[in-house]
């Protein structure tokens, strides 16, 4: 934060006031939601961390939200590119219900490239089925 004091014409000290928006503080968050094999059903766990984070992101005004989604190795790479995007606009749809602002989310799909844990083809890996909400200002 940044505060800069300004001196009255007598000489006393004294701070004009100061707009909220002038004292941002910056924002560097990442969570990741997990699913099910083949799913894009949020499980409870999910949920109460999106009902969390939408809050948090509400009540600290406007915040950059990158959602990206990802699949584990089991299926064909286009199957698993259209599902790391389902997962993504499932999260993303879930925080817009919340009361996130629908502009200020991004949403991308990786399918099964740059996994946690990688594996061979055709392998599932319960870690890589996921999506990072990432959360910047």
């Given amino acids: 934060f940044r505060r800069v004091l300004f001196r009255s014409s007598d000489g006393a000290g004294s701070a004009p006031p100061v707009s909220p928006s002038l004292l941002v503080e910056p924002i560097h968050r990442d969570l990741q939601v997990f699913f099910g094999s083949g799913s894009t059903d949020l499980d409870a766990d999910a949920e109460r961390l999106l009902r969390d984070t939408g809050e948090y992101i509400v009540g600290s005004g406007p915040v950059r939200v990158i959602v990206v989604g990802f699949a584990d190795r089991a299926g064909s790479t286009a199957y698993n590119d259209r599902l790391s995007e389902k997962r993504a606009r499932a999260v993303a749809d ?44």
Wanted: proline share 9%; aromatic share 4%; charged share 35%.
């Fill in 94 to 137: 879930r925080l817009i219900l919340l009361g996130v602002d629908p502009k200020w989310i991004s949403i991308e799909w990786k399918g099964e490239r740059e996994p946690i844990a990688p594996t061979a083809d055709g392998q599932k890996e319960p870690l890589n089925r996921r999506v990072l909400v990432m959360l910047r200002r």
